[in-house]
């Protein structure tokens, strides 16, 4: 089956610092993959869709200068948080879109925990 | 809201018993999906229904959707331990582009052996 990792599964920086994540399918390409932010007992909220050769398209509320979004590779997607800050900490999940079976299918890495002390 | 509405936010259940939860959604939906999250952990993809589908089995799980309301509802018979996460629908809107889902606030399921 498909399959999506995320690096590095956790991390802890102090404030000020810029955190990459990156978001990998493994197995397939991905021309779209998708970044998602959930808080504790909370849901997942989309930040951004990541389009490989352009632009990622942000949702709104979410500052695309401080969340940068690179998916230089059909394979690979990364979110740097800059100038990181506590209200920053959060759980990050990617997604990578494939077609399977006939259909647009999202599958979802394990998640990146960022805290920022 | 991004989101959608699911109730109950937290079910506690007896080991043996059914588990259904529900979901609401606002805009004309192409298909609804549930996930399942351990705590901490990422999504895992339980089921899918088209919104030409009223009803979908997988298992233990029956997912029903009805599109005049906007909702859609999760049951998971004879309910394990195991089966204790949190629960989230996810809609992909007609209107959104390149397959954006939008998540439900989630339904915490606590099941006790």
């Known amino acids: 089956g498909a399959v999506v990792s995320q690096h590095p599964s956790w991390v802890i920086c102090k404030s000020g610092t810029s955190v990459k994540i990156e978001c990998r399918s493994l197995?397939?390409?991905?021309?779209?993959m998708f970044w998602y932010r959930q808080f504790p007992k909370q849901s997942l909220m989309l930040m951004a869709t990541?389009?490989?050769?352009?632009?990622?398209?942000?949702e709104q509320g979410v500052e695309k200068d401080k969340f940068l979004i690179n998916h230089a590779s059909l394979t690979l997607s990364t979110l740097t948080v800059t100038s990181a800050h506590p209200e920053d900490s959060s759980f990050y999940i990617c997604?990578?879109?494939?077609?399977?079976?006939?259909?647009?299918?999202?599958?979802f890495g394990p998640g990146t925990r960022l805290t920022v002390l | 809201s991004q989101q959608g509405e699911e109730d109950p936010q937290a079910l506690s259940i007896q080991e043996g018993e059914n588990a259904t939860m529900n979901c609401s959604y606002k805009?004309?939906?192409?298909?609804l999906q549930w996930y399942r999250q351990n705590s901490g952990r990422g999504l895992v993809h339980l089921i899918l229904?088209?919104?030409?589908?009223r009803e979908k089995h997988s298992g233990r799980l029956r997912v029903t959707l009805d599109t005049s309301k906007k909702s859609s509802s999760l049951l998971i018979t004879a309910s394990r331990a195991a089966d204790t996460a949190s629960y989230f629908c996810a809609t992909d809107p007609l209107s959104g582009g390149y397959n954006k889902l939008i998540f439900g606030a989630g339904t915490r399921l606590a099941v006790h052996p």
């Open positions: 990541s389009n490989e050769g352009s632009k990622a398209t942000y």
């Open positions: 805009t004309s939906i192409n298909n």
């Open positions: 229904i088209r919104s030409n589908e």
């Open positions: 197995d397939f390409q991905a021309t779209t």
């Open positions: 997604s990578a879109r494939a077609w399977t079976g006939g259909r647009d299918t999202q599958y």
